[in-house]
């Protein structure tokens, strides 16, 4: 059982930077793809980034490359999501999950956390 809590949501203006973190208990997190994702109100569930164990693999979606970055702390049982340059467009919940399988679709992962509140303003 693993256990995973996010923080480090808030309100910020567009182009501001926000860090989220994902932290595990429970039974450790570092032999799992890591993976964060986002959900706005009335639309499904969609992958951002995600972090693999052993040999370090990221992945991002297409609409967060090159302004997100995830990295993850095994000492910590933490991961992170960098939020650089943000727009009204990143406004969601964000979801941290752990799990094995595929890791840029929501039935990939096993386990998730509660979300925290990202909102941006124009």
């Known amino acids: 059982q693993v256990q995973l809590v996010e923080s480090g949501g808030g309100l910020v203006q567009a182009g501001g930077s926000l860090r989220l973190s994902c932290a595990a208990s429970g039974r450790t997190f570092n032999r799992y793809n890591m993976g964060w994702f986002r959900q706005a109100p009335g639309k499904e569930r969609e992958f951002v980034a995600a972090?693999?164990?052993?040999?370090?693999?990221?992945w991002y979606a297409d609409s967060v490359k090159g302004r997100f970055t995830i990295s993850r702390d095994n000492a910590k049982n933490t991961v992170y999501l960098q939020m650089n340059s943000l727009k009204p467009e990143d406004t969601a919940v964000y979801y941290c999950a752990a799990g094995f399988g595929t890791t840029n679709t929501v039935n990939g992962y096993t386990y998730w956390g509660q979300g925290t509140q990202v909102t941006v303003s124009s």
């Open positions: 972090i693999s164990w052993g040999v370090i693999t990221t």
